[in-house]
């Protein structure tokens, strides 16, 4: 019996995994894509009636905020910017100084509905301006936009999953990566919300399967003490999709083109049939031996590497294949309802990662809605995941997993509640709390990956993962409604609810037992005992 990882020693980290990593980088940057093209797609504009008696007949000469708006239309109290889709009636009396845009013009006392004729600080097509979702009471449509797409991603995480054990996970991610971006070209030519709405769902069932798949196949490629580090590295990738998506919406400024430019690329992942290897370990499992041999000899000759001597008909083993062969989905739910510590144990898991996705997601979102240009505070709330992403791995690396998830929950939720305390004014100061907030939960999104798969015993260890990450969703589904808080509620209880809810799940990580440094337990009895006093004989240190 041979071991992959001992044969990958053998054979040398060299070209091959330098290639593969910039070749699953580019999938993985894609895969973040879809996630984040609809807060440009169904954006909320900054808009104003129309003020016929006082705005020049050009339009393009035409000032969103001039001097004499206070007199002609209400202002919010808690943002002091315009009402969207409420004026002043005029008044029928003689002009004033020849003009009736001054004080005393308008009748402060009553005011008017305008539904068709608006004045932009700055114009940009979006399915808001097309399909008539305009005024505060449409915002909910523009929302609702990104409750779909994660409710997509909800679906079809567990899909996805089904279909790589089922058909491979090669095929599984070129197939969603190609399909996802067809389906989102066909969306540009959307009619009307209701078709749009459909093909955001669809297409967000689709992709969410792209980056679980592709990292499987990444972390193939690399030996199990240098997967922290590569993990580290591929994840700097992710951001910078939703960069350039940013940077494109803000040349285009057009809701159809920017779904176009944005996939048409991923038409071309299509090439990954040839220029990617099937799962070493999925091959295996499906009894397809010589593959998994072709492969390593393949691996081998790029990195002009001699094959080892293997026994003739040899069977390829990996030692962290430990699943039960004979486990599946109904048998392990029942052991988890049976085991009251792994019951209570997912449940409070499912909450850290509900708050953990809640707060990524809804900074993200809401990082559009600071003062200044919403394009280059998207990009920068995006960007502080890239130092983020490194500084992973010396956090877990300098403290205990729970502490230092804890610590980046505490982080983030403190900074949120700054941010709603820090005057307007201070607007730089406002922006870098924002951004400190959006590291440290980018952070913790890290950590929460490496403690959920330490905490649960190898034979439930992927259903759990797949189950908390699914179950996390529901974070993400909640995070464009948080957004809405904000015109019922105020200004301020946007970031309030984000702050509480990750000081909330600060406080449930220090209820988890610690991981570092022990050994993944196999059994269920193994994974009862971290964090106690019992020391199981087979547990013990062991780098993580």
Same mark, same amino acid.
């Given at each position: 019996m041979v071991d992959i990882d001992n044969v990958l020693v053998s054979v040398g980290m060299g070209r091959y995994q330098f290639v593969g990593c910039m070749l699953f980088g580019l999938m993985i940057m894609y895969s973040n894509v879809s996630p984040v093209t609809y807060v440009f797609t169904a954006s909320d504009l900054k808009y104003r009636c129309e003020i016929p008696e006082c705005d020049v007949t050009n339009p393009e000469g035409r000032i969103y905020e001039p001097e004499w708006l206070r007199f002609t239309m209400p202002y919010r109290n808690d943002t002091d910017q315009p009402r969207k889709c409420l004026r002043y009636a005029a008044l029928s009396g003689p002009l004033i100084n020849g003009t009736r845009c001054s004080s005393g013009g308008f009748n402060e006392s009553l005011t008017e509905w305008c539904r068709d004729s608006w004045v932009f600080e700055d114009f940009e097509n979006t399915i808001g301006t097309e399909f008539g979702l305009m005024c505060e009471d449409n915002k909910w449509k523009l929302s609702m936009v990104g409750t779909i797409n994660n409710f997509g991603q909800f679906i079809g995480i567990p899909v996805s999953g089904i279909i790589a054990d089922r058909y491979g996970r090669k095929f599984t991610m070129v197939f969603c990566a190609a399909t996802s971006a067809a389906l989102c070209i066909i969306q540009s030519f959307s009619n009307s919300y209701s078709m749009f709405l459909v093909l955001e769902f669809v297409s967000s069932i689709v992709s969410s399967g792209i980056y679980t798949v592709t990292f499987i196949l990444a972390m193939e490629l690399f030996?199990?003490?240098?997967?922290?580090?590569?993990?580290?590295?591929?994840?700097?990738?992710?951001?910078?999709?939703? *960069?350039?998506?940013?940077? +494109? /919406?803000?040349?285009?400024?057009?809701?159809?083109? &920017?779904?176009? %430019? @944005?996939? =048409? $690329?991923?038409?071309?992942?299509?090439?990954?049939?040839?220029?990617?290897?099937?799962?070493?370990?999925?091959?295996?499992?499906?009894?397809?031996?010589?593959?998994?041999?072709?492969?390593?000899?393949?691996?081998?000759?790029?990195?002009?590497?001699?094959?080892?001597?293997?026994?003739?008909?040899?069977?390829?083993?990996?030692?962290?294949?430990?699943?039960?062969?004979?486990?599946?989905?109904?048998?392990?739910?029942?052991?988890?309802?049976?085991?009251?510590?792994?019951?209570?144990?997912?449940?409070?898991?499912?909450?850290?990662?509900?708050?953990?996705?809640?707060?990524?997601?809804?900074?993200? *979102?809401?990082?559009?809605? +600071? /003062?200044?240009?919403?394009?280059?505070?998207?990009? &920068?709330?995006? %960007? @502080?995941? =890239? $130092?983020?992403?490194?500084?992973?791995?010396?956090?877990?690396?300098?403290?205990?997993?729970?502490?230092?998830?804890?610590?980046?929950?505490?982080?983030?939720?403190?900074?949120?509640?700054?941010?709603?305390?820090?005057?307007?004014?201070?607007?730089?100061?406002?922006?870098?709390?924002?951004?400190?907030?959006?590291?440290?939960?980018?952070?913790?999104?890290?950590?929460?990956?490496?403690?959920?798969?330490?905490?649960?015993?190898?034979?439930?260890?992927?259903?759990?993962?797949?189950?908390?990450?699914?179950?996390?969703?529901?974070?993400?589904?909640?995070?464009?409604?948080?957004?809405?808080?904000?015109?019922?509620?105020?200004?301020? /209880?946007?970031?309030?609810?984000?702050?509480?809810?990750?000081?909330?799940?600060?406080? =449930?990580?220090?209820?988890?037992?610690?991981?570092?440094?022990?050994?993944?337990?196999?059994?269920?009895?193994?994974?009862?005992?971290?964090?106690?006093?019992?020391?199981?004989?087979?547990?013990?240190?062991?780098?993580?």
């Open positions: 030996l199990p003490h240098q997967r922290v580090l590569y993990y580290s590295i591929l994840e700097c990738f992710l951001p910078v999709g939703s *960069i350039l998506v940013a940077y +494109i /919406a803000s040349i285009v400024q057009d809701w159809r083109i &920017l779904l176009r %430019l @944005v996939n =048409i $690329p991923g038409l071309l992942f299509l090439s990954y049939f040839w220029l990617t290897e099937e799962s070493m370990r999925w091959l295996e499992s499906q009894g397809k031996h010589d593959k998994v041999i072709n492969a390593l000899k393949k691996i081998a000759a790029v990195n002009k590497k001699p094959f080892p001597d293997l026994p003739t008909n040899t069977q390829v083993q990996s030692l962290e294949s430990l699943d039960d062969k004979d486990a599946n989905f109904s048998s392990i739910i029942k052991d988890i309802i049976r085991s009251s510590t792994i019951f209570w144990r997912m449940i409070r898991c499912s909450y850290v990662w509900i708050a953990v996705t809640l707060v990524y997601y809804g900074l993200t *979102i809401s990082s559009t809605d +600071i /003062a200044g240009d919403k394009y280059l505070n998207f990009s &920068l709330v995006l %960007l @502080v995941e =890239i $130092p983020a992403c490194l500084l992973n791995w010396l956090i877990m690396e300098g403290m205990s997993r729970k502490m230092s998830l804890c610590c980046m929950f505490v982080f983030s939720g403190v900074t949120c509640v700054m941010y709603n305390l820090m005057p307007s004014e201070f607007f730089l100061i406002k922006l870098s709390l924002f951004l400190v907030s959006k590291l440290a939960i980018s952070i913790a999104f890290c950590i929460i990956y490496m403690l959920t798969a330490e905490i649960f015993p190898t034979r439930m260890r992927a259903t759990m993962m797949s189950m908390c990450s699914m179950l996390g969703r529901i974070g993400s589904m909640l995070s464009p409604q948080a957004t809405l808080l904000t015109e019922y509620f105020g200004v301020y /209880a946007t970031m309030l609810v984000f702050g509480m809810t990750a000081l909330a799940a600060a406080a =449930i990580t220090m209820t988890l037992p610690e991981s570092k440094n022990i050994k993944l337990p196999d059994t269920i009895d193994e994974a009862k005992e971290i964090g106690t006093d019992v020391k199981p004989k087979n547990i013990g240190k062991n780098s993580p």
